[in-house]
């Protein structure tokens, strides 16, 4: 057995235990991948990342969940990016390339007049995908009924870099009556049986915001919701300039607010820009330490 040692970050917020929480291991170049995936297991977030070495990019990050190794995660690249900064492992850098399977993504560090530090991230670009199942099964999978969708808008699977689906949902209240039932997803979600289920809509809690969500995981990643979600974020911006707001300039600016009903509060910033197709997408927020501990591992040889 072996100890590693990892830190507790909540992401997208200002405020520990009100954002999205993730583990970050900094000696992930001495870690075998079983090892890495027995972590996630261990410490149970929705994802947990390990930053490694690049040989194209400043570094790299692997993230995990506690059931399989995911291409890219928005909350604990945020994590890991403040991690990395707060403990004076990048130096002066404010322009940082990021290896992960998602692709190679520049990242941002600014420090604002209060002293707090807010990253930006590009995303992968954006993909969408008919869902072409039962709306009817899709609203009792997640606790709700046909007439909550709302079916001005379409329903689909969307990428920055991981696939959910995206449901357009009618009202807020709707999101409190929620109860998703993930094992079910698969059978429901046949285009793409592993996807996560991700409702939004654009009623909010805060007047400042401009959409509200919930993220139910796949039933394979061994978790059940995300507090607050930011490859999800993103993609929910490609989605409000492709189906809701598709005539503005060259440049969409949104804040997505989500966790209200797991008693959380988190916030992403979205920015979405024409000057490529079909789009350029950036999240930005915050993150916060929270405490470290230690897990004990079987050690494996790489």
């Not at 039932?181 to 996560?196: D, G, H, R």
């Not at 919930?214 to 507090?227: K, L």
Request: aromatic share 8%; with cysteine; proline share 5%.
């Amino acid at each position: 057995m072996k100890s590693v040692k990892v830190y507790h970050y909540d992401a997208f917020c200002k405020e520990p235990n009100k954002g999205n929480p993730a583990g970050v291991v900094l000696n992930g170049d001495v870690l075998t991948d079983a090892e890495m995936q027995e972590i996630a297991f261990k410490v149970g977030f929705n994802e947990t990342a390990f930053p490694v070495k690049s040989e194209v990019a400043d570094f790299k990050i692997r993230f995990f969940t506690p059931g399989h190794e995911m291409n890219l995660c928005g909350h604990a690249t945020m994590a890991t990016v403040y991690a990395l900064k707060t403990k004076g492992l990048l130096g002066g850098k404010t322009e940082l390339t990021i290896e992960t399977k998602a692709g190679i993504l520049p990242v941002m560090i600014e420090s604002t007049a209060k002293k707090e530090i807010v990253i930006t991230m590009n995303q992968a670009p954006p993909k969408f995908k008919s869902f072409k199942g039962s709306k009817e099964a899709l609203a009792k999978s997640i606790g709700l009924e046909i007439n909550d969708i709302d079916d001005k808008l379409p329903i689909v699977y969307g990428s920055t870099g991981a696939w959910t689906l995206l449901i357009p949902i009618k009202s807020l209240r709707a999101f409190k009556k929620m109860k998703p039932k993930n094992v079910a997803f698969p059978t429901v979600l046949k285009e793409m049986p592993k996807s996560s289920v991700h409702p939004f809509c654009t009623e909010t809690n805060h007047a400042d915001a401009d959409m509200h969500a919930r993220h139910f995981s796949s039933p394979y990643s061994g978790t059940i919701e995300d507090a607050v979600t930011g490859t999800a974020s993103g993609v929910m911006g490609a989605y409000y300039a492709e189906y809701i707001n598709r005539y503005f300039k060259e440049s969409l600016r949104l804040v997505v607010e989500q966790g209200h009903e797991i008693d959380k509060d988190g916030r992403v910033e979205v920015q979405v820009d024409r000057n490529s197709q079909p789009y350029t997408i950036k999240i930005a927020g915050n993150a916060v330490y929270v405490k470290d501990f230690d897990i004990k591992i079987k050690s494996v040889k790489k």
